[in-house]
């Protein structure tokens, strides 16, 4: 099991940055993808940026250019840098882990409990 405590989210305005932590406790250890999705109320969770340890990074088209996904290498935190925020950015940010379990790598999705960002002038 991981444990995932999302912090950082909070009321901006456009074109100001905000940056989002993530820290992951538990089975860390399995993790193999580190991201974060958002949601808007009434619309379906997006993925927003997400780092493959050991692999690639995939930005959505919305974000690509002014959002920036990091990890720690250890598996223990994933941070996003949010620039040039816009008023389309508000929504409730979620932190996500993946992770692999056994020979036949079943995988097990993990969530944070969501912070909630504010665009607003």
């Known amino acids: 099991q991981v444990h995932l405590v999302e912090s950082g989210g909070g009321s901006v305005q456009p074109g100001e940055s905000l940056r989002l932590s993530c820290a992951a406790s538990?089975?860390?250890?399995?993790?193999?993808?580190m991201g974060w999705y958002r949601q808007i109320p009434g619309k379906e969770r997006e993925l927003v940026a997400q780092?493959?340890?050991?692999?690639?990074?995939y930005y959505s088209d919305s974000v690509r250019g002014r959002f920036t996904i990091s990890k720690a290498a250890d598996k223990t935190a994933v941070f996003l840098q949010m620039n040039n925020v816009k008023s389309e950015d508000t929504a409730i940010y979620f932190c996500?882990?993946?992770?692999?379990?056994?020979?036949?790598?079943?995988?097990?999705?993990?969530w944070g409990q969501g912070t909630k960002d504010t665009v607003s002038s």
């Open positions: 538990g089975n860390t250890f399995s993790i193999v993808v």
């Open positions: 996500h882990a993946q992770g692999i379990k056994g020979v036949r790598e079943l995988k097990s999705n993990y």
């Open positions: 780092s493959r340890f050991g692999g690639s990074t």
